[in-house]
């Protein structure tokens, strides 16, 4: 279910998930130009397995991810809610810089918040109601800090507006900052260094495409990519499996399409 309005806190996209098979739900999520929260309020719990090993179940948070991780459960029902990195540390009271390449308890981050709006999504009787509970919630916290510095809130809106086909020393100049500048403010208020962000959010653009059943090579060549090679191995590296493989498999990370046949609609 797909959250009908824009949101009152900028850099925030919602969606609902409920799985309406007998069965559990067992797919592999890839990396996301975002910092995810999953808020569950079924009877599961949801389950994230990593890549280093370490299980979460509950409401979670997940940072950039650096490859697929696994998520399963029964009876699975959730807000998905992802947040910009510009917002993030707002929302969360954390910086996206610590928790990259990780998956952690949405409790150890609110405490009483994320037990209450739990239950609060729970006593819910639409998926209206739902996101207007989460919306409200996400717009009080992000009154409490204060946002990541205006140069990189531009950079970060040029990576995304151009699909990560950018120079990192171009950016550098447009803001009047050195290139070692840039980096080092990005990487410690955003959570990824420029050149990474800019590649996450390429293969982001491409995997979406591919999803959508389009050809590889013109994925490739309308991607910024060198070849078809070249794209080949950004999807193995941030999914561990092949182009071809991708339009087959139920990635959470490509919203509606991978979900269609799944009982679960796609984020805005």
């Known amino acids: 279910m797909r959250s009908p309005r824009p949101n009152r806190v900028a850099g925030v996209t919602m969606a609902g998930f409920h799985s309406r098979s007998t069965g559990s739900v067992d797919v592999r999520v890839v990396p996301h130009p975002a910092i995810t929260l999953v808020l ?6 949801l389950v994230v397995d990593a890549a280093t090993g370490r299980q979460q179940r509950g409401n979670l948070v997940a940072g950039f991810l650096h490859s697929a991780v696994r998520v399963r459960g029964e009876n699975v029902e959730c807000v ?3 947040l910009s990195p510009v917002v993030a540390r707002a929302v969360l009271d954390v910086s996206p810089s610590e928790l990259d390449h990780t998956v952690v308890a949405l409790d150890d981050l609110w ?3 994320a037990a209450r709006i739990r239950q609060q999504l ?3 009787t639409s998926w209206q109601h739902r ?3 989460v919306e409200a919630l996400l717009a009080r916290r992000a009154e409490r800090e204060p946002s990541v510095d205006p140069e990189v809130a531009w950079v970060w809106e040029r990576v995304m507006v151009s699909r990560g086909r950018v120079r990192v020393e171009d950016l550098a100049a447009e803001v ?9 403010r990005f990487r410690s208020q955003v959570g990824l260094p420029p050149k990474r962000a800019a590649m996450l959010v390429r293969f982001d653009h491409a995997a979406h495409r591919l999803a959508a059943g389009e050809d590889a090579a013109r994925v490739a060549a309308d991607s910024g990519y060198v070849d078809q090679s070249h794209l080949h191995r950004d999807v193995l590296a941030f999914t561990a499996v092949t182009p071809a493989t991708v339009v087959s498999q139920p990635w959470l990370a490509v919203d509606g399409i991978a ?3 799944h009982g679960a609609g796609g984020t805005v």
């Open 122 to 124: 729970g006593d819910a």
């Open 111 to 113: 405490g009483q918040d």
């Open 80 to 82: 998905q809610v992802r």
């Open 131 to 133: 996101f207007a509970l």
């Open 176 to 184: 009047g900052w050195s290139r070692k500048r840039l980096w080092s």
């Open 40 to 45: 569950e309020f079924g009877n599961g719990p």
């Open 259 to 261: 979900w269609a046949g």
